[in-house]
């Protein structure tokens, strides 16, 4: 009888041990899966260093598969509340697609030109001409000491979002 017992409280213990093993095994694996793939996590962030940039010619980025403006500002450039401030320098950081219907406007002239309904935006980005309905959208980003890192919502993105919003 208590050999009996004996053996069934092993059985049943040995089996609850095969369950637990196999359950932790299939969660690991489930989360193998479920994770984004590290080139996937690396591609969501993109970096850029702001001292690279010449006063005046704005250069185009690539986040997410989506065109980055980012000009620095040079001194016959009006200031924005949506001015990104770098040390002594101030920064246009704008999403690369026409607030209409998408086309990626192209600098002329101190403007970003929309070749597809002749929507215009300021050095700020606002828009000044045309269709579009709102100026052209803020990518969330990261100052950290002289490079912006596209993909985090740093205090610098809050507080131009939020002048964007009022
Ligand atoms: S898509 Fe730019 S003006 Fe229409």
């Not at 598969?65 to 980012?70: L, Q, R, T």
């Not at 309905?133 to 809050?158: A, H, M, S, W």
Request: net charge neutral; charged share 20%; aromatic share 10%.
């Amino acid at each position: 009888m208590s050999n009996n017992t004996n053996r069934r409280d092993f059985i049943g213990y040995s089996f609850a041990a095969v369950a637990a093993v196999g359950g932790a095994a299939s969660l690991y694996g489930m989360k193998q899966v479920w994770d984004p793939l590290p080139s996937v996590l690396a591609g969501g962030f993109t970096t850029i260093d702001l001292t690279a940039l010449k006063a005046g010619e704005p250069e185009t980025f690539t986040w997410r598969g989506k065109p980055i403006f980012v000009l620095k500002k040079s001194s016959d450039m009006d200031d924005s509340t949506r001015d990104l401030i770098v040390g002594s320098d101030r920064y246009t950081v704008a999403i690369g697609l026409c607030t209409h219907l998408g086309c990626i406007p192209a600098w002329k002239k101190g403007t970003w030109k929309c070749a597809c309904h002749g929507g215009e935006f300021d050095a700020s980005g606002h828009q000044t001409f045309g269709p579009p309905p709102r100026p052209l959208d803020l990518p969330p980003f990261e100052v950290k000491e002289n490079t912006i890192v596209l993909g985090n919502e740093g205090p610098e993105y809050q507080k131009i979002a939020q002048t964007l919003k009022a």
